[in-house]
């Protein structure tokens, strides 16, 4: 079993302790400062979900830029003369015995 599912629960776990910590910590800044209770808890989840939507356009920006299918580098294997690589999941589905060698 593959410990990855785990992996993103667990940070799952920790982002959202960490924006419910900031968000605490700005509400009771503001109440300090003489806001309403209303009005803090607004200024606490406003900057949640500002630093949430910000972590969220780096995971996208960081998904599209870092992973790549594997046709480019097909494509640069070509492009520089050598060999293409081997598409191992084609091999992996074909059976590993054959009707016809009997």
Request: hydrophobic share 45%.
């Amino acid at each position: 079993m593959s410990p990855l599912p785990l992996t993103g629960q667990v940070g799952g776990a920790i982002g959202l302790a960490l924006l419910a910590t900031i968000s605490t910590e700005r509400t009771q800044t503001l109440l300090d400062q003489g806001e309403s209770t209303a009005s803090a808890l607004t200024g606490g989840y406003h900057v949640a979900y500002l630093i949430g939507a910000g972590l969220a356009v780096v995971a996208i920006v960081s998904a599209v830029t870092i992973l790549r299918a594997e046709k480019p580098a097909a494509m640069m294997a070509e492009a520089h003369g050598e060999p293409a690589p081997h598409d191992h999941g084609a091999a992996a589905a074909e059976p590993a015995y054959s009707s016809d060698a009997a």
